[in-house]
């Protein structure tokens, strides 16, 4: 019998806590089957500490365990369980610095402003760690993200409760989204007819040029795009929808991803920051920047620093800042209880977790009297805004989806190979000057170029040739395989997706498509598409581009599923192993917050069930391990009982939580291997533990629920204590002696 290992990641935040609970299980299964569990640390401290192993004690430093992964992904037999991880912005870095620093770790602070040049090489070693630094390395394969058949067979018979009614007239909700000047209008796009290396160039009016980067490997067949943002244009579009909203009543929301698009969003955000607040931030703009107050962190960052300035000052700066609110639409919240605004913190709203929750809600978010309340949402960029616009027209039209009878929008999404990455990487920039920042070529040919003024945010991607080849071999096959249309969602009006629609055209045809129905539709008709067959209780593959494959893949398992942790996404690696992902993490920090309070943890690991099963399916098809296949199919069937006997997390503290989901998982895959009669030595061998969990079914319950009701001490957020983890999230010592022993 073969052996092979699966790698599980440690990350951060709620899934993190509950690997304490759950990873305990899933070893004492798996080495029955002689497979191993192998941990590797991807965590934000973990990424850090990797990164900065300088002055730090032997027993304190990490491997640099992503490195380590990314190669593995090369190999066949690579067979990885991704968890969510934290993207992470400026503010989240700091805090996990902070934390470390206080445990004695030596490492520096993340310098704001690059004022010397060690102050540019931290900034640069600390790019590593930021934003979307994780998925780019792993992420060597196209995504296959769906709801498992049991799942949503599931959630149909017992539809979520969070769906709420949209008015049946009169909603003012709506996207508002840029004319002109935006990412959209300007985008230019180019495939490459033969490899080039090519570096990014800042052409200053005054004719003084500057090497912004420099070795871009640029291969034939790939698909460059560049494009730019008009600083100008997007403070305007602010001002303008700042007093409609005020003047419609509504209030005003902003969606973004400054955690994956680590760039230029936080860029955007600040200026949103300085439009609504401009009347105190001009008037006292000499005293916050004497303080280092930084607009792209959010006002939250500015408030924290005025306790640098005297008494005075700061009471004259609060005022000022009050007074804005007067003349200003409302904001919408995060936690209005705290004062906690939209524009607070970069992070706190991310568009892909905030806009299914728009919809959810009947086109409203939460106002500072913790009501639901009309909400106009900012997406100023129009390459995806239009689409979200979509859904919200259909819903003041058609009312609300009905979880019980809504079909299912799965993806296969563009991401291989660093795709479409938008924003967060080292080739996004913000203008120094007028003048032109152009792609040039080895030998001096310019390969596109963009006209800037001071502070537009200019940003280039690349998508490579294999990948688009495989995606769309990827798309062909789920369409087959699920009997339902698919639909490319590319917009020809994009200079970017034209690209991709030529490709598209020429790489269908090399497969058999005559039994299945393939459409391209601009994302506002896809999505439109998409809804009337939803309606209709009908499925549809939504084939889209790397950021639309994260938007939709919460959208729709929020409103089918309520979650979109309950996904299964599938990662077929291109060099023919697998990543198997297991949700969103959008919600984790908020899971943390309330097991921090009340030691409730609400985190359901559906998403890391389902992701273990064709995990253990594709060992047995590698390897010929027949106990593997014997393993999955009986999770398979411990997470259909899991469901049908509702054991998923409550929200509400003293009720079951992730720890007791957890042992009725292992309840339900020890039964169902003891019932099996494909694998004699697997029914001896868990027969006794099938036994033992549920006879003292009662015992194990009453003290987990012991557990719960007071708050949680784990000795760090980022960067948690394992003991004092581990004894909140095994706290049954009747349940860790059964899993201990089989």
Not at 276 to 281: G, M, N, P, Q, T
Not at 565 to 593: C, D, I, N, W, Y
Not at 643 to 667: C, H, Q, W
Request: net charge neutral; with cysteine; glycine share 6%.
């Amino acid at each position: 019998m073969s052996k092979f290992n699966i790698i599980w990641t440690k990350v951060d935040e709620a899934p993190a806590l509950a690997s304490y609970s759950l990873l305990p299980v899933v070893e004492a299964f798996t080495k029955k089957c002689g497979v191993d569990v192998k941990v590797r640390d991807i965590s934000l401290a973990g990424r850090i500490i990797a990164n900065f192993p300088d002055n730090l004690s032997d027993d304190q430093k990490i491997g640099d365990h992503l490195s380590e992964l990314g190669k593995l992904t090369q190999d066949p037999n690579a067979n990885i369980i991704k968890l969510p991880n934290i993207s992470a912005s400026i503010p989240q870095l700091n805090a996990a610095v902070k934390e470390l620093q206080e445990k004695g770790y030596n490492i520096p602070s993340y310098p704001q402003e690059a004022k010397t040049e060690q102050d540019s090489k931290l900034q640069q070693r600390f790019a590593n760690v930021l934003g979307s630094a994780v998925n780019p390395v792993l992420r060597e394969g196209n995504s296959d993200r769906r709801a498992a058949k049991s799942v949503k067979q599931f959630a149909k018979r017992h539809p979520h409760k969070m769906m709420k009614p949209w008015p049946q007239s009169g909603s003012k909700a709506r996207v508002a989204h840029m004319s002109e000047g935006d990412f959209y209008g300007s985008e230019k796009s180019v495939t490459m007819e033969n490899n080039a290396v090519a570096d990014i160039e800042f052409a200053a009016a005054d004719g003084s040029t500057k090497v912004l980067k420099k070795g871009i490997k640029l291969l034939a067949g790939e698909v460059a795009d560049t494009a730019v943002m008009s600083v100008k244009a997007l403070r305007e579009f602010y001002e303008k929808e700042m007093q409609a909203a005020k003047k419609d009543g509504v209030l005003l929301s902003l969606h973004l991803k400054a955690t994956m698009m680590k760039i230029s969003d936080p860029i955007i955000f600040g200026h949103c920051v300085s439009v609504f607040y401009k009347e105190a931030l001009e008037k006292h703009a000499a005293a916050l920047a004497k303080i280092g107050a930084n607009v792209n962190n959010g006002l939250a960052d500015i408030l924290e620093k005025l306790d640098r300035l005297d008494d005075k000052t700061k009471a004259e700066i609060e005022a000022d800042i009050a007074k804005v609110y007067d003349n200003r639409p409302r904001q919408a919240m995060v936690d209005s209880r705290k004062g906690i605004t939209n524009l607070h913190v970069p992070n706190n709203i991310i568009v892909d977790a905030s806009m299914p929750n728009v919809v959810r809600d009947g086109g409203r978010m939460w106002n500072i009297d913790d009501e639901l309340q009309d909400t106009a949402a900012m997406i100023p960029d129009r390459c995806y805004a239009t689409m979200y616009q979509q859904i919200i027209e259909d819903c003041q039209k058609h009312g609300q989806f009905d979880p019980a009878t809504m079909g299912s929008v799965s993806n296969v999404g563009l991401m291989a190979q660093k795709a479409e990455e938008y924003g967060s990487h080292d080739k996004t920039f913000e203008a120094p000057s007028a003048g032109t920042i152009r792609v040039i070529d080895e030998r001096g040919n310019e390969i596109m170029s963009q006209t800037v003024e001071k502070g537009d945010i200019f940003r280039m991607c690349q998508v490579k040739d294999a990948p688009i080849r495989n995606w769309v071999e990827l798309a062909v096959n789920r369409a087959k395989a699920e009997g339902v249309p698919a639909v490319f969602w590319l917009d020809e009006g994009r200079a970017h997706d034209a690209q991709i629609i030529s490709k598209v055209k020429e790489y269908l045809p090399l497969h058999d498509t005559s039994d299945i129905e393939i459409h391209i539709m601009k994302p506002q008709d896809a999505m439109q598409f998409s809804l009337e067959r939803v309606r209709r209780g009908l499925d549809t593959i939504s084939v889209t581009g790397n950021v639309l494959r994260d938007y939709l893949t919460d959208l729709f398992p929020i409103l089918e599923l309520g979650t979109s942790a309950r996904m299964l996404s599938v990662v077929p690696l291109m060099k023919g192993g697998g990543l198997f992902e297991t949700g969103a993490g959008g919600s984790a920090p908020k899971h943390v917050q309330q097991f921090l309070k009340e030691g409730h943890l609400r985190w359901d690991s559906l998403g890391e069930y389902c992701a273990l099963v064709p995990s253990l399916e594709m060992i047995a098809q590698k390897s010929g391990n027949a106990k593997a296949k014997v393993l999955a199919d009986a999770l398979n069937e411990a997470i259909t009982a899991y469901l049908e006997n509702s054991k998923s997390p409550s929200r509400k503290v003293n009720e079951i939580d992730n720890r007791g989901s957890t042992f009725y998982l292992a309840m339900y895959w020890a039964k169902a291997l003891a019932a099996q009669d494909n694998d004699k030595d697997l029914k001896e061998a868990f027969a006794p533990a099938a036994k033992a969990l549920a006879d003292n079914e009662a015992a194990i319950n009453e003290e987990l629920l012991a557990a719960q009701g007071k708050p949680a001490r784990i000795g760090g957020y980022y960067l948690p204590d394992p003991k004092l983890t581990t004894a909140q999230m095994r706290p049954s010592k009747t349940l860790n002696k059964i899993i201990d022993g089989i």
